[in-house]
T-cell receptor, first 114, second 112 residues
Framework: GDSVTQMEGPVTLSEEAFLTINCTYT??????LFWYVQYPGEGLQLLLK?????DKGSNKGFEATYRKETTSFHLEKGSVQVSDSAVYFC?????????????FGTGTRLQVTL | DAGVIQSPRHEVTEMGQEVTLRCKPI?????LFWYRQTMMRGLELLIY????????DSGMPEDRFSAKMPNASFSTLKIQPSEPRDSAVYFC??????????FGPGTRLTVT
């Protein structure tokens, strides 16, 4: 079945450091890929998405590129802020119509310090 | 747009009691998802509906859990009887067609 593997956390960075959170997936066909973010005490919010190979999703300074050849969708940000501290989830959904569901990774906690 | 609404936001109950969690999806959305989040098991999909019909309930832990969606604007997740291991944050999410899921703020359930 479909699966998503994320790097183990927590990731601790100083403010303005470069961020990479690795995500790889296993799926048949050509899934859509997502990054969700969960701030403390809140539900998940969509951060960015990509629906086909070589697409780059971007939002709030975060970027991720859909790499079919390496089955990866790594999240990057050039300069993190304290306000980026949250848990980040990589997810996929097969493009099989309205009955499809999201498969999530285990989440990676990011802690940014001053 | 009020977003996905869940109630209650916090629930504390004793073991053996019935618990009902409620969700109002975003108007116009046709899919609804129930998730459970714990430190040990992460985020788990329990069940999801499309056009009010349950599509996949394979994530429902056992017969103590049941979910209903009587109409497009309301869903419930019931646990009867509740057990301490059911303590978790339960999220509801909704979606229109194949677009992104919108999550509610969650219900934090504590079973003592």
């Amino acid at each position: 079945g479909d699966s998503v593997t994320q790097m183990e956390g927590p990731v601790t960075l100083s403010e303005e450091a470069f961020l990479t959170i690795n995500c790889t997936y296993t799926a048949t066909g050509y899934p859509s890929l997502f990054w969700y973010v969960q701030y403390p005490g809140e539900g998940l919010q969509l951060l960015l998405k990509a629906t086909k190979a070589d697409d780059k999703g971007s939002n709030k300074g975060f970027e991720a590129t859909y790499r079919k050849e390496t089955t990866s969708f790594h999240l990057e940000k050039g300069s993190v802020q304290v306000s980026d501290s949250a848990v980040y989830f990589c997810a996929l959904t097969p493009n099989t119509g309205t009955a499809s569901k999201l498969t999530f990774g285990t989440g990676t906690r990011l802690q940014v310090t001053l | 747009d009020a977003g996905v609404i869940q109630s209650p936001r916090h629930e504390v109950t004793e073991m053996g009691q019935e618990v009902t969690l409620r969700c109002k999806p975003i108007s116009g959305h046709n899919s609804l998802f129930w998730y459970r989040q714990t430190m040990m098991r992460g985020l788990e999909l329990l069940i999801y509906f499309n056009n009010n019909v349950p599509i996949d309930d394979s994530g429902m832990p056992e017969d103590r859990f049941s979910a209903k969606m009587p109409n497009a604007s309301f869903s419930t997740l019931k646990i009867q009887p509740s057990e301490p291991r059911d303590s978790a944050v339960y999220f509801c999410a909704s979606r229109w067609d194949t677009y992104e899921q919108y999550f509610g703020p969650g219900t934090r359930l504590t079973v003592t």
